[in-house]
Structures are given as structure tokens and as C-alpha cells.
């Protein structure tokens, strides 16, 4: 049973996980990983050439003055896919205690992380600090894609309270490829509730793909996405996209498809259960 206060919990859960894909036989395998405190990593069998990482966080949830972060480097000609077991929850915090959460990836040259977490549903008082900051090699590829979900709207939930602060950093060579920075705090739902920021919408994605064919993913990507969603070439091998959505169903109805064609094949079994 979940229960979205902060007082039903233990406050500042700990975690942190550092990972690294290693090639070997020309595959793709652990080169070496530490887990420490809430945070966990499983690595399911596949039959492909790239690593499969699947984070857990066992404290069941992110509440004010809690601390995760997940380090993760793919070395020089692997693949890495990293994602999470199920949707992640930010709880209402107590007054003056901010969530924490720092994710970095590093991805060496030739090779490539699908950094492909599932929802963050944010709770009603939720109060967070994410940032995610990714650092590409030459010829390096990306697929980077971070939903967030403003309340259960089948549980009729309304965030008239949040603070949340998301910020997006992609660098390639030290060079800023992409910074993307969103700061929401007050009544949330009315504030999206307005035609011109969100015009009602529950859930929000963004997408990066970075990749040589990015250009020619631009039409096809496009021909894919509803109304509320956009697509954009960034330079020659940056493809961005948007998406609004009324609630988390429909946010994955038009997200999936995109993702598994920039995938260029299925997404983590954890995606689809």
C-alpha cells in the first residue's frame, strides 16, 4: 500500500549507485559497479549487445531531505541502457526539507546510453531538486527521455502545492549541447491549468536523441506524435521532442512508440509490465 506522506516514512533515505559498461567479446558487459544505502541496481539477461541496468530505490519513494544519485559511464565502443523498476513517487515533504536527487552519465566515444527511467508522479506538497547532467565523446549517442506526471488523475489528485526544480544539462567535448531548466512552485495545477503554459495538461515529457540519423528521424518522429507534442533538429544530429498529455496513460501512448523507434528495437521489460 502507498501511502504519499512524508510522515508515514522514515525522512532522509541515502542512496547512490555507480555503474560502467566494459567491452568484452564485443559486448557489452559490467565493468564495475557500487550500490550503497536505498538504491539498487539489477542487470536482467538479454540477448543483445548492449547492457541492460534496471534501478531500484527501496526506501519505496523521494520525500524532503532524502538523497539519491546515480553515476553511470559507458566506455569507449559499449552500450548501455539504464531504466527504472517502476515509476518513480515524490512524497509530500515536511517545511523546509527539499528532496535531492543528481544523476550524471557520462558516455565515451562511439558508444551509447539510453537513459530511459519511467515516470516521476509527483504527490500534492512535493518538494524536489533533480538534475540530470550527461557529458558525450566524439561520435558518442544519446537517448535521454525524463516524464513527470502532476498527480493520479484516476485518484482525482490535485497539486495545489509543489516545489519542484528539473534541470536538464547535455555537454559534448565541455561544449553545451543542450540545458533545459524547469522551476514550478505554488499551486501547480492552476498554474498548468493556463492555455498558454500547460492548458490543463497532467503529464509532460522531454526527449533528446542524439545521434548521426537524428535528421532523418525528424519526419517519421513527427507523422508519430498527437497535437499536444512537438519535434525539433537541433544542429545536425540532435533530434528534441516534446509532449503534453492529460494524464500518464496518454503521455505513454504517444511516448512509447516514439521511444522504441529511437531505440531501434524494444524498450526494458520493466517498461512493459
Sequence with gaps: MVIPQAEARQPRALGRIAVSSKLARGRSVLGGLHQAGSSKCLFPRNNTASLDAVVLNTAGGITGGDRFAVSAEAEAGTSLCLTTQACERVYRAQTGEVGQVRNALTVGPQ??????????????????????????????????????????????????????????????????????????????????????VAKGAGAMAAMVYIAPDAAGQLAPVRAMLPDTAGASLIGDDMLVTRFLAADSFELRRSLLPVLIRLKGGPLPRTWMI
Design 111 to 196: 558508444a551509447r546510453i539510453d537513459w530511459l527511467p519511467q515516470e516521476t508522479i509527483l504527490f500534492d506538497g512535493a518538494a524536489i531538486d533533480r538534475r540530470l547532467q550527461i557529458d558525450l565523446g566524439e561520435d558518442a549517442r544519446l537517448l535521454m527521455v525524463e516524464p513527470l506526471v502532476f498527480g493520479r488523475a484516476a485518484m482525482g489528485e490535485r497539486l495545489g502545492t509543489l516545489d519542484l526544480r528539473d534541470r536538464i544539462m547535455i555537454n559534448r567535448a565541455g561544449v553545451p549541447l543542450y540545458h533545459d531548466a524547469i522551476a514550478l512552485t505554488g499551486d501547480a495545477s492552476t498554474h498548468l491549468a493556463k492555455p498558454f
